[in-house]
């Protein structure tokens, strides 16, 4: 749920073009947690041609984008690079951290059915949240690790940093003191990038990324997002192709 800013919903305008009154539009489908809705790209950022329908289904992972007719998935977007979205009278937007140039795109929808859309994206929100505030660090343990910390050598923080990742969750507040605990910029981009898959507010990502120097040092810590994600993904391919 990840990205570079909170994740929001904030009332948009009207519709404006977009299918002609009354075309027919599907309710949406329940499977188990996740749930698909009719939809139509506004833009030319999704690889269908404007216009046409497809569907949007929501779960636990994010967004994926399916072809009406086949059901065949067109493009999927994690949570964790979803940077916010937006709704209005039929119409659905969200941004998105795009790998591929470092850049944020926002994907704009008409749809039918937003209101029982914003339901359900708020309900599987809860659902991560809940998950993950139960394995959230205590208020006490996380003094214990932050005194640690502040006693340690320079060169011993962002290591101290990636061991308690590795075992804990933390609030994005959190993140932030912990960053800003290392003085190299190296060490908290590094520790920027380990703490990014373990907070539980991580849509407020971009709280812990204020701790870095500048612009760039956040930047940075994408692109090290982006490579540990490659990394892998490589690595599973590998994993099924030797089983």
């Excluded at 489908?29 to 929501?58: C, I, S, Y």
């Excluded at 590795?166 to 290392?182: D, E, K, P, R």
């Amino acid at each position: 749920m990840g990205a570079a800013s909170s994740v929001q919903a904030k009332a948009r305008g009207g519709p404006v073009g977009g299918l002609p009154a009354g075309t027919s539009w599907a309710p949406p489908r329940h499977e188990g947690d996740t749930v698909m809705f009719m939809a139509a790209p506004l833009d030319d950022n999704l690889p269908v041609k404007t216009g046409n329908q497809v569907l949007l289904e929501v779960s636990d992972t994010g967004f994926r984008v399916l072809r009406a007719d086949t059901e065949d998935a067109v493009s999927q977007f994690p949570w964790g690079q979803v940077h916010s979205w937006a709704h209005g009278e039929e119409r659905f937007s969200f941004r998105f951290f795009e790998e591929r140039n470092k850049k944020i795109t926002k994907y704009l929808l008409q749809m039918k059915h937003v209101p029982e859309l914003m339901v359900k994206i708020q309900e599987v929100i809860d659902r991560i949240l809940s998950d993950r505030k139960s394995q959230g660090i205590s208020d006490e343990e996380f003094v214990k690790l932050f005194e640690k910390l502040a006693n340690s050598d320079q060169s011993d923080r962002l290591g101290c940093i990636q061991s308690a990742a590795q075992m804990n969750y933390f609030m994005a507040a959190q993140g932030h003191q912990l960053v800003s605990a290392c003085t190299d910029a190296f060490d908290k981009v590094e520790a920027a990038a380990a703490l990014h898959p373990r907070l539980v507010d991580q849509n407020h990502f971009n709280t812990v990324l204020e701790a870095l120097d500048c612009p760039e040092d956040r930047e940075n810590v994408w692109h090290r997002l982006s490579a540990t994600k490659k990394s892998a993904s490589r690595l599973k391919k590998e994993q099924r192709a030797a089983s």
